[in-house]
């Protein structure tokens, strides 16, 4: 459905489809994902002179559905293996590729689903796990890291107090997804709800417990062991994330930085080592490429957030267009949480010199009041809370500059009381702090009425008058409908009478 790729799908929506998951990898997302699996090698060597140890993944329905399986396929030839397929072209089975056909050793990997990829592709997380079963039990001469990072999964789950008969079952588990059928980390709500947490681990410690279920055949089928996930991801060096469509991006949809992020800042709390993270970038069809995270990060930010024409195009769609911002600089928190390196001073100071003090003198502050002015209090509550958390060293005057919009929005439109602008105590008091005695009165006060609830006999009273009177119109109504379905029905009777009549004196 991308209108870039191919415009024909808007605005009908058609050329829409899904796709038989015993087909996939099909022959030509295997050819793409072993280039990939070989780019891949080939930037972590370059940058870190030796091969990744581990490598973990995320797997979205929309890219194995747009690309056939080609992540799955640079899985399989990360490991060692490659399809069987029968005369039907389904993948049923794989095998080992040879030690000296690989020419290196082999990768080990680390899988989390989302839940619709779950339903969508069971079959293809069996394969995976056989296939790590598989490069485990290879006979090569040379390192095999996939060897290597289950023995090192076991004696992490035996330091942890599970059996050794136990750590050594699980230690081969690659496939895992969200706890009780669960489709999502739920851990959105907790990231921006700073007042809820302290520490990065509290974060850290929700994901993994949220998406540690295993996904494999048998009792193994959404079963949940604690530690098992975590020592899966011992080794991990490199995160990989999906990126198929046009209309997203890692700053625009949410979702990026709850798998990506989540996975990421999950490997740093396991391992205390923060891995790279990388993009495949399926958006050109003929050239599947892998993007550096900060690289795609910056190139979004500057095309869209930073970009006069973008924001002047963006402004026409209204209040809509205005939350779409807040939405953008709620994930662009987000990634500071789960990857801060990611995300720099260097952007929020152009954000706050964008949105702010209006550097490229598009009129920003006047659209947001005139369309949605709730989501400019939004906007400023989120760097404030950046700053709050220590996300961003911003200086004193980006500080008063931003409690100054701030408060003066709630101030001239009441307060729209998302969870950033009233539900977080500590933030309302960093933002306190910096106002004077009299606009800390009006702050206050301002927050307070629009958080009380009205309890008055005289809203009670009205609310009741006019379900009263709703009841009777609909009773009304309904009796005249009644009346007339009755008529109506006198009426039929008597002409079948009649005709019945007629036919019997013929």
Not at 113 to 121: I, K, P, V
Not at 261 to 268: D, E, I, K, Y
Not at 327 to 356: C, Q, S
Request: glycine share 6%.
């Amino acid at each position: 459905g991308d209108p870039i790729t191919n415009p024909a799908t808007v605005p009908t929506g058609r050329n829409l489809y899904s796709i038989d998951a015993e087909k996939t990898p099909s022959p030509e997302a295997w050819t793409v994902g072993v280039n990939l699996a070989k780019t891949l090698m080939d930037t972590h060597l370059k940058k870190h002179g030796s091969y990744p140890l581990k490598v973990s993944f995320t797997l979205w329905p929309g890219d194995f559905i747009a690309t056939e399986g080609a992540m799955v396929a640079q899985v399989f030839y990360l490991l060692g293996v490659e399809p069987v397929r029968d005369p039907f072209k389904r993948v049923v089975d794989i095998r080992l590729i040879p030690e000296e056909e690989l020419g290196r050793p082999r990768i080990d990997v680390v899988v989390q689903t989302a839940g619709q990829f779950r339903d969508l592709a069971a079959s293809r997380m069996y394969l995976i796990n056989k296939a790590v079963k598989m490069a485990t039990e290879a006979e090569d001469t040379d390192r095999n890291y996939v060897k290597e990072g289950v023995q090192a999964a076991e004696l992490f789950m035996k330091e942890k107090g599970l059996s050794p008969k136990q750590a050594r079952d699980w230690s081969t588990q690659r496939v895992f997804g969200g706890v009780n059928g669960i489709y999502g980390t739920n851990i959105m709500g907790m990231v921006e709800k700073g007042n809820g947490w302290e520490e990065e681990q509290e974060v850290a410690d929700t994901y993994l417990n949220n998406m540690g279920a295993i996904y494999d055949e048998g009792g193994n089928w959404g079963a949940f062991q604690e530690g098992v996930f975590e020592a899966a991801l011992q080794n991990t060096e490199v995160v990989v994330q999906p990126r198929e469509s046009n209309t997203w991006g890692g700053l625009s949809l949410d979702h990026v930085y709850e798998f990506m992020g989540g996975l990421s800042l999950a490997v740093r709390s396991v391992t205390g080592n923060d891995p790279d993270a990388y993009f495949n970038d399926f958006r050109n069809p003929a050239k599947a490429n892998v993007q550096d995270l900060e690289e795609a990060l910056w190139v979004e930010a500057r095309s869209t957030l930073l970009n006069p024409k973008y924001i002047q195009e963006y402004m026409k769609g209204g209040a809509t267009s205005a939350e779409t911002f807040a939405e953008t600089f709620r994930n662009t928190y987000g990634w500071n949480v789960m990857k801060p390196d990611a995300i720099d001073d260097a952007l929020w100071n152009n954000l706050h010199e964008v949105y702010i003090n209006d550097k490229l003198d598009l009129n920003v502050k006047a659209f947001f009041e005139r369309e949605n002015p709730y989501a400019l209090q939004e906007m400023t509550a989120v760097m404030l809370e950046t700053i709050r958390k220590g996300y961003w060293e911003a200086s004193e005057d980006q500080i008063q500059s931003l409690t100054q919009m701030h408060t003066e929005l709630i101030s001239d439109h009441q307060a729209g009381c998302s969870g950033f602008v009233c539900n977080n105590e500590k933030l309302q008091a960093f933002i306190t702090e910096n106002l004077s005695p009299e606009s800390q009165l009006e702050y206050e006060a301002a927050l307070k009425t629009v958080q009380e609830i009205p309890t008055s006999e005289e809203s009670m009273v009205l609310e009741k008058e006019t379900l009263t009177e709703n009841t009777s119109d609909i009773k009304e109504e309904i009796n005249s409908n009644l009346i007339v379905f009755v008529l109506v029905g006198l009426l039929l009777l008597l002409i079948v009478l009649l005709i019945i009549k007629r036919r019997k004196q013929a």
